[in-house]
């Protein structure tokens, strides 16, 4: 006989008594893996944006930053969750981790799924994105894959013809210090408020602007952080 049936009463009872043990110790580990992550994709952000907000113009090398910056926040979190004692092991996380980050990092600024855009056009001013931006886009879509784009850049021109109040300045047009557009507008859901506010929120997390643009065309509307020189 095999199995439980071939299983002794003192073997089973023992079995009861640990199981809730190793049952807490995962569920204990998944949540610190989770907690992590989470982290690791705050930090990867606002390091950005601490860094752009001190060099405005250092976009890129910022990107690079951050995304390092987050996978040593993830790699760090991971070894305790897995409980790796062997110090071999740590250091091959915490060089894993970052470099898979950067190369994830790098295919999100150079890729947007074209079911996320509203239209054609807004795959070409993807490009004037910034990449910050273009990064926490694709961190706010894996907690809403059918999160849509509605607009980018716009230019004097475009304000007027949709009937709005031409502004002396957008943050959607070319910044010149960098030559990136500074917001994105997603559109909102008719699923509930709060799926919109969650949206909000994870942008808010991020230490990004998410202001919510009602009326007619309703939206949010995502920037950068304002820089002190533009008060
Ligand atoms: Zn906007």
Redesign the pocket.
Known sequence: MTGHAGMSAATRVTRLVQKPRYIRSAIASLILLLAGTVASLIVLVRVQLAMIGRYPTADWPAVVAGLLAGGVVLAISSGIALRLRSPRRVLILLAALPLLLLAAGCLSVTHFPQANFRTDELRTEWYHLHPTLRVSLWIARLSAGDLVLT?VSREPADDAQMGLNAPAWSR?FLSPPDGYVH?M?VQVTDAGDLRNWAQQGVFLALGLRADR?GGTNDHL?VSMPLSPMEG
């Open positions: 607009d959607h917001a507008d643009h509307h």
